[in-house]
Each structure stands twice: as C-alpha cells, then as structure tokens.
C-alpha cells in the first residue's frame, strides 16, 4: 500500500482505528438502549428517578429514530467503502476508477466540452479573420472572454496597468492571428531587468528617464534628456533599439503612446530602477482548441475594426500612433518632405532630444576650421548653403543653422559661431530662437520638422551654458526657396533680442 499522504504507515492505521472504531462504538451504543420492550395494556414503568416530585419515564427508542439511526450507520459503511475516507484506501470507485474531486471535475469538463464542439466547432474550419466577421462567433468569443480574461485585461478589453490593451494596434508580440493564438495558446513571460544599480545611481537613472519621455514626445527636462540618450545608447539600446523603437517579443515601443506601468516620470524611474516582470499563463490544456480559435478571433475583431491586417501587427514604428483604427503610416510611405529630399520626419517630436544629443556631441568635440563665414563678428550677406548640407553662418549678428535635407543634425564647429550670442545670454540677454519651414510640398510635416529643429538648437545653447528661462522659443515661420534650393526654408535663426 502506498502512503504518499503521510510519513509513517502509522497515521494509515490510527484514522482507520479511529473511524472503524467510532461506528462500532455507536453502533453498539444504539442497540444497548434498544432493550426496554412494552407489553400492551401494561404501565410504563419509570427509572426510579425523581426530581421534586417528577419522575423520568423508562419509554423505549422510538421505532422511526432507531431504524433512521441504524439507516445513517449502514450509510457511513458504504460511503467508505465506494470513496476514500479510512487513511490511504482510495475506495473501489466507480467503473474500476477511484473517486476523486479532479477526476468528477474533469468527467464534466469533458462533457461540456463535447458540446460545446458540437454547437461552435464549426468556427474552427474557418479562419481567424473570416471567424471575427460572423456575429455568433463573436458573441460566443465576448462569453469566454469574460470568463476567462476580464480578470486581468477588463471587461472592455482595454487592461490595466501592468495588463495590456488588447483593442489598440500596440503589440508586445506580434498582433496577427497567429502571434495572438500564439500568445493565449502558450503564455508569455516579459521581464525588464533592474537597472537602477547598473546605470550609476538616481541621477543617471532620471536622465534616461527623461530621455524615455522625450522619445514620445512628453514633456521633459531637455538638459536631461540629452545627458540620458547617451547612456540609453549604451545601455538600453540593444533591446529597445537606437530610436526606441524597441522590437516585438524583445522590448517594447518607447516612442508611441502606449505606457504599460505608466508615463510619468516617477513610473518610468521606477521601471528602470526596479525592473518589470509580467506574465501571461499559457491557456493550452486548459481551454479547448475551439474556445482558443473563438477567443484568438475576439481578440483579433476587438483590435482590427476594419477586418484588414495593420502594419504595426509586425512591426513597431517610431512614434506611430495605437489606435486601431488609424495607424500611422511606415516611414517608407511618408509623404515628401521638402521637395525631392529624403524623409527622416518621426511621426511625434519624439527625435527631438535623442538628435540633440548627436548634434550637440558633434557640435562641443569638433576641432575642424571655421570659414571665416561662420566667425561671430558681423559679415556681409554670405552665400546661400549647398541644397543638401549643414552649416553654421553668422549674418548681421544673427546666427543662422542651415540643417541638411530631412536632418535636424547642427553643423561641426557651431560652438565657435555662436560664443557672442552664448556670451550676451550669459550676461543677461535674451535670445530669441526661429524656425522657418519651406511653404511648398507637406506644409504640416515641414512645419513639424522646423519645430524639432529649433529645439535641437536650444538644447544646443543650453549645453552650452545658456540658462532655459533666457531663450524665447517663436514659432515656426514659412519660408520659399531661395536662390535654386530650398536652403532657406531649412534654417533656425538665434539672435539677441532687443
């Protein structure tokens, strides 16, 4: 006999001992009062016993209570004799199989899942997208759903901290039929290791937080932000990739809008310190084939309104939107910028600082020679820059940076062309920072592009000592080409305010 529920065989035999014993004990307890008899017409004697005058009365059992007594004896003999309940003795059973609470529970999920193949098994033949347009299919799927997954992603589908939206276009891994039915089927486990330690201490860690919120384009601390994108690019970079882009069942999207344990900068700080663990239990095993496929198509419906596939269901873009029903469009398709130049315009400001950084890096370490078009002493009107090239020029004592096509990287050597305009901002002037956008061709995304380009040139000053309060940020300006090119339309001007 096995005792895999107890230490010693001992503890088999004392319960045993104990039950077997109880029911000898009442057994016989019940048939040793059964022995006084009545004769008819006769008196009912009394025990002998008196209390103030009253007696007890030596009545035998009452039929009906003797035999419903012996009834629940001869009850408890057969109950542990079909299910367990002396020790280790797991009972006969039924049809050779001993009882147990699992193997009932699984004889009627067996059952029901029977029939449920036989009223919905239909939907498995047909695909996911073909199963996510038949109304039936979907309210069965918003059944199980509720059953099964509100628990964690809610009743409307669109989680909770810690729980992803499942109606938004933001897929950690992977948004087609197959990633989903892959991910409920199997589980999935994310884990973001602690960083706080590795990353040098608070103050670095809270730069590389501000340079995760300016990636999305949030407010943040752009001094910060320019200090974090190095170490994001030492660090962080492997997984989330250079641009924050991340990559699907790697790391998530830095540069969108959707923030699984929150955007502020204190849940940011507290991811990168402490790290994340999230886990998804694997459901195979647990829910049938047919109920994965109806929930996969659920999943599927609630996330693609419009029936069709999204790009992002396998691929993250950089600041692409979430929503479901209008992502934003790949890098590739981007309308034109600026004439015929090649588009690099991220869909958000979320460049602005990580660009800044390079910019400003390039900018303080470059030790090549200044034309002396680019001195800080006032010059006659200089030649337009090349279509296609960043320069630094000083005209009248105004400081003009001219940014390559599509680029908001500043020139080498800007340092030197700018020390009269650092110098009065660090004697208490004002400067006063200008963006112009070329007219012609995408007006919205140029405009765009001007704006990040003037605060790549204020984060540019501020490195270079200029306090933030001292710097007046206009907006961006229109302006034509000018002289062939559009070389105008693609310059940020600083100069002193009167």
């Known amino acids: 006999m096995e005792h895999s529920q107890f230490t010693s065989p001992f503890w088999h035999y004392y319960i045993c001992a104990?039950?077997?014993?109880?029911?000898?004990?009442?057994?016989?307890?019940?048939?040793?009062?059964?022995?006084?008899?009545?004769?008819?017409?006769?008196?009912?004697?009394?025990?002998?016993h008196s209390w103030d005058g009253i007696e007890e009365y030596n009545n035998p059992l009452p039929k009906w209570w003797f035999w419903m007594f012996l009834m629940t004896i001869l009850f408890s003999v057969g109950y542990l004799i079909l299910y367990p309940g002396l020790g280790d003795y797991k009972g006969i059973g039924f049809n050779g199989k001993p009882w147990t609470s699992v193997n009932q529970y699984e004889a009627e999920m067996a059952k029901g899942d029977a029939n449920f193949h036989e009223n919905y098994g239909k939907f498995a033949a047909m695909s996911v997208e073909d199963t996510a347009k038949d109304p039936q299919a979907m309210a069965v799927g918003e059944n199980l759903f509720g059953v099964y997954c509100i628990q964690c992603h809610g009743a409307d589908a669109q989680g909770s901290k810690g729980f992803p939206n499942l109606t938004d276009a933001d897929w950690l891994w992977g948004g087609t039929p197959e990633k989903i039915k892959e991910s409920i089927t199997h589980g999935r486990v994310g884990v973001m290791a602690p960083w706080g330690v590795a990353l040098g201490g608070e103050e670095r860690v809270k730069d590389v937080a501000h340079h995760v919120m300016s990636l999305s384009g949030m407010e943040h601390n752009d001094e910060r932000a320019v200090r974090g994108k190095e170490i994001f690019a030492a660090n962080c970079a492997v997984c989330h990739a250079a641009d924050g882009s991340g990559t699907q069942g790697t790391a998530p999207n830095l540069t969108d809008d959707t923030w699984l344990w929150g955007n502020s900068e204190k849940a940011i700080i507290e991811t990168i310190t402490g790290g994340r663990h999230g886990q998804m239990p694997a459901w195979k095993g647990f829910l049938t084939d047919d109920k994965i496929h109806l929930l996969t198509a659920y999943v599927w419906g609630k996330s693609h309104p419009d029936g069709a596939a999204l790009p992002t269901d396998t691929k993250n873009f950089v600041g692409g939107k979430t929503d479901g029903a209008a992502v934003e469009t790949p890098a590739q398709e981007t309308p034109k910028v600026e004439e015929a130049a090649p588009v690099q315009v991220a869909s958000s400001v979320a460049e602005t600082a990580s660009e800044a950084a390079s910019a400003v890096q390039a900018a303080s370490e470059s030790s090549a020679p200044v034309a002396a078009s680019e001195t800080t002493q006032p010059a006659t009107p200089a030649t337009v820059p090349a279509s296609d090239k960043a320069e630094v020029k000083v005209e009248n004592g105004i400081v003009k940076f001219y940014f390559a096509s599509g680029k908001s990287a500043i020139a080498a050597g800007a340092d030197k062309a700018t020390a009269e305009v650092v110098a009065a901002a660090k004697a208490g002037k004002k400067l006063v920072i200008s963006g112009f956008a070329d007219s012609t061709g995408n007006a919205a995304a140029n405009e765009k592009l001007s704006k990040r380009r003037a605060e790549v040139v204020q984060a540019y000053l501020i490195k270079q000592g200029v306090k933030k309060t001292s710097i007046v940020m206009k907006k961006p300006e229109s302006s034509v080409g000018a002289q062939g090119n559009n070389a105008e339309g693609r310059r940020v001007e600083v100069k002193i305010q009167d």
């Open 18 to 48: 104990i039950v077997v014993g109880g029911l000898i004990w009442v057994t016989w307890l019940l048939l040793s009062q059964n022995t006084v008899k009545h004769k008819k017409d006769e008196d009912v004697q009394t025990t002998g």
